[in-house]
């Protein structure tokens, strides 16, 4: 069974850091496009960051140079880390499996990890 | 970035009958190669993550049930519930995933009247 686990959320103030880990089980992280989507509180969804099966990256402009994505094949999980937070990154963020090379939509969402940016 | 836009922001549909959810992406997010449409549709009840119901505009996810459906080409699409049922309470999300930044609708708010 296919299971995502998130993990590293919580409290920490303007300028901070946190990384998040997303622990996978029932599939190997590394054979899968891997993503992190956000959401604010009682707003939308919102695209954070890819990593590519070969290994490339890719962050929205909202992200992009504070945010690294990066896995642990060894264990299986992936990895967000996040530094010189804001106040609008606050948000549930959630680990997500892409279905099939970018073709088939993301088929498997974590329960996500609340992240607040708050002194 | 590819701007969607869904309409309506939040619909009320009696039970059994027909919702309709539209999405506009702001260009072409056909994939020439295979001539897909890269366009998904999730769903979030509260307090849970989306789930996938619809890939490639009109592809159904394992497992969803047949009252869901996509349609669409180019840049106008639609997801249909042929007979709404009280557990597809829900936000209904469409995305393009063709092209980074991958983006979403802002979300459609389907109730029952």
């Not at chain 1, 969804?45 to 690294?68: C, M």
């Not at chain 2, 009696?14 to 959810?21: D, V, W």
């Not at chain 2, 996509?70 to 049922?85: E, P």
């Not at chain 2, 936000?91 to 991958?102: D, E, G, H, I």
Request: proline share 3%; charged share 20%.
């Amino acid at each position: 069974e296919v299971q995502l686990v998130e993990s590293g959320g919580g409290l920490v103030q303007p300028g901070g850091s946190l990384r998040l880990s997303c622990a996978a089980s029932g599939f190997t992280v590394k054979n899968h496009y891997m993503t992190w989507v956000r959401q604010a509180p009682g707003k939308g969804l919102e695209w954070v960051s890819v990593i590519y099966t070969i290994g490339s990256t890719k962050y929205a402009d909202s992200v992009k140079g504070r945010f690294t994505i990066s896995r642990d094949t060894s264990k299986n999980t992936l990895y967000l880390q996040m530094d010189r937070l804001r106040a609008d990154d606050t948000a549930v963020y959630y680990c997500v499996r892409d279905k099939a090379d970018g073709d088939n939509g993301w088929d498997y969402w974590g329960q996500g990890t609340l992240v607040t940016v708050s002194s | 970035d590819i701007v969607m836009t869904q309409s309506p922001d939040s619909l009320a549909v009696s039970l059994g009958e027909r919702a309709t959810i539209n999405c506009k992406s702001s260009q072409t997010i056909l994939y020439s190669s295979n001539s897909k449409e890269y366009l998904a549709w999730y769903q979030q009840k509260p307090g849970q993550p989306p789930k996938l119901l619809i890939y490639w505009a009109s592809t159904r996810d394992s497992g969803v049930p047949d009252r869901f459906s996509g349609s669409g080409s180019g840049t106008d699409f639609t997801l249909t519930i042929s007979s709404l049922q009280a557990e597809d309470v829900a936000v209904y999300y469409c995305q393009q995933y063709y092209v980074t930044p991958f983006t979403f609708g802002q979300g459609t708010r389907l109730e029952i009247k």
